[in-house]
Every structure is written in structure tokens, then in C-alpha cells.
């Protein structure tokens, strides 16, 4: 459908922030909960609210700590000769964080998440043109095969546990959710949209709300808790089972109706602009890349060091134009930048002269193939006559 790309990045960068924020909080209170903690009351909550700041904060500055190293380090090591060794420096800084978080008892997906989000504005522009679209197609491909194992691995679940269904409990889980999501998703849109340029619509706001799925990561930390005392394998089954059931709930029903909500609603399309419109990708299309002028991925030199400016910028985005991103992401030479696309070029000549020469091969083969049948059937002709 040709809806506005806004509309999909809130959607996917809530969820993907909601995931991250269950993850803190569920982790703060099992910790609360362990056996050995004393703390109640007014004491737990000052507890729980601190060690979830803590987690929070500690993680996604971690994140964005390494984030920045690597973007330094790919801006003055140029490695673009080599894009197998700038596309493996790529794989371990994305691992880094994670693996630095959880080390220290923090959010490894609270850092990996801060860490995508300034490596995807900053170091992406470091890299060669190849290796932007190899690291792009080869994480669009695992996370392709990532959602199909956990989407799987839920079906599987049905019937891998013993489950208590509670009618009752999961009826007033669904409705629970609902609500908090609403609570949360329209008063902070209200408030957004005073500092937004693109303003949420009370139609986006609805669809976010709709298609918030909750899904593996709910599951996975229903499988983490454990209860102890009477009945408390009881308990677990009820727990596991409910959130089993809203999460299928959430994915069939919802997920299910959400594209034919959206033609119902009619929901924004995409903003035809003369300037530019807004991408979900930084990397273009393959024939876009190779034709295109020098663009904000590839500023440096005397023909691409004017860049226009439509409107004004403020606060951070004035910030971070005029000095943050020169500071962290290369300066491309004219020269450079023509090499690079010439690169990609070349690259892309092969691929297609491979199709090609593959189409080819494919109908010499049918060719020769029908070539026999017939004579075949002239040789059993002969035999008959």
C-alpha cells in the first residue's frame, strides 16, 4: 500500500522500544523478587524505579558509546578497498554492545538497540557503497529468518506445554493491554506532535495503537518467571498459557486486520514531495546509487560541499548537521566518490551479465532439449513405418 513511511517507522521503532522497555522492567522486578530481597513498599518502588533507570540508561549509553567508536575508527581507517573486512568490522560492533551489556548486568537489547540507531545515521556513511548494501540485505535476510523461527517456534508452543486455561484472566489481560496501550501511545502523541514538524494524525495514532503486536519477547520472559510455594507450578502454567493466547490473539486478530483497518480508515498516504522524499532504506535502490549525484551519504569535495537546506534547523538537528555528522562520517573527495560508484557499477554489471548469461544457458538448454523431443518423435515414426 502506498502509505506514508512515517506511519511504518513509528509503528516498528514503538514496538521495538516497548520490547526493550519490557525486557528492562521484567528483569528490575525479577531481581526485586528473588529470594534474599527484603525490600517492600515505598522502599521497593524507590528500588525498581532506580535499577530501571539505571539498566536504561547505563545500556543505551553504552550503545551509543561503541556506536560513535565505530564510526570514528571506520571514518579514519579506510577500509573501503576491502569490503570483507569493513562488512566483519561491521558484524563485531554490532555485537559488541550486546555482549558488553549483558556482561555487566544490563539490557544487551536496550544497548544493540541505541547502537543500530547511531550506526545507521553515522557509520553507515562510512562505509563503501557494496558494503552498504551487503550489511543491509544481509540483516534484512536474518531478521527475515529470525521472525519465521519465533513465529514457529510460538506455533510450536501450543502444543510443547502443559497449559491452564483461566478465561477470565486472559480475557482481562487483552483488555489490560489495550488499555495501556492507549494510555500510553495517544497522550504522548499529543504531546509529540507540539515539537514534530510531521505531525502524528489521530488515523496514524489509531493504527499504532491497533497493530501493536505483542509477541516473542512477552513470551520469552513469561518462560523466565518462576513462582515458588504453593501451587506455584500451578501458576506458571496459567501465566505462560495467558500470555500464549494474547500474543496469538494479537498476531492473528489484529495483525490479521490491521491492512484492511487501514484501507477503512484510509489511513495518510505517502507525501508526494518535489524535494525528497522520506526513506526508510539509506541505502538506494541499485540503479538510483549507481546514477545518482552525490548525496548526504556521500558529502566531501569541491562538487558536493554546498548542501541545500529547505528549512531551518533547530535544536539537535541544527546540532547535529553543523557539527556531529562532519565530525563523525568521511569527507569524500570527488574522486572518491566517483570511484565508488563506478565500483558498484562494475559490480552490478557483473550480477547482471550473470542473469544473463544464466537466461541464456537456460533457453540453449530448452532449445536443445526440444530439439531432441523431436527427433525422437521422427526416429519412432521411422521405426513404426
Known sequence: MDMDPVLYMLVFGESILNDAVSIVLTTTILELAAPGSSANGGEAFAHILGRFMLMFFASALIGVALALVSALLLKWVDLRRTPSLEFAMMLVFMYTPYALAESLKLSGIMAILFAGIVMSHYTHHNLSPVTQVTVQQTFRTLAFLAET?????????????????????????????????????????????????????????????????????????????????????????????????????????????????????????????????????????????????????????????????????????????????????????????????????????????GLADDDDEAARLRQSGSSSSDEQVQFERGEGE
Request: with cysteine.
Open 149 to 353: 523461527c519465533v513465529f514457529a517456534y510460538l506455533g510450536l508452543a501450543i502444543f510443547s506445554f502443559n497449559h491452564l486455561f483461566k478465561a477470565s484472566f486472559v480475557i482481562w489481560s487483552i483488555a489490560m493491554c489495550l488499555l495501556s496501550r492507549a494510555t500510553n501511545i495517544f497522550p504522548l502523541s499529543f504531546l509529540l506532535n507540539y515539537f514534530r514538524e510531521h505531525k502524528i494524525t489521530k488515523k496514524m495514532q489509531f493504527i499504532m495503537w491497533f497493530s501493536g503486536l505483542r509477541g516473542a519477547i512477552a513470551f520469552a520472559l513469561a518462560l523466565q518467571i518462576s513462582f515458588t510455594g504453593e501451587r506455584a507450578e500451578e501458576k506458571r502454567r496459567v501465566i505462560v498459557t495467558t500470555t500464549l493466547l494474547v500474543v496469538l490473539f494479537t498476531i492473528l486478530f489484529l495483525g490479521g486486520s490491521t491492512m484492511p483497518m487501514m484501507k477503512l480508515l484510509k489511513a495518510e498516504r505517502r507525501h508526494r514531495r518535489k524535494v525528497k522524499e522520506i526513506s526508510l532504506s539509506k541505502t538506494m535502490e541499485l540503479g538510483e546509487a549507481i546514477d545518482s549525484e552525490p548525496g548526504v551519504s556521500e558529502v566531501g569535495g569541491d562538487e558536493s560541499d554546498v548542501r541545500i537546506v529547505h528549512k531551518p534547523l533547530h535544536g539537535f538537528l541544527r546540532l547535529d548537521a553543523k557539527y556531529l555528522f562532519p565530525l563523525l562520517t568521511r569527507h569524500l573527495s570527488a574522486t572518491e566518490t566517483h570511484d565508488d560508484k563506478m565500483q558498484l557499477r562494475k559490480l552490478t554489471g557483473q550480477w547482471t551479465s
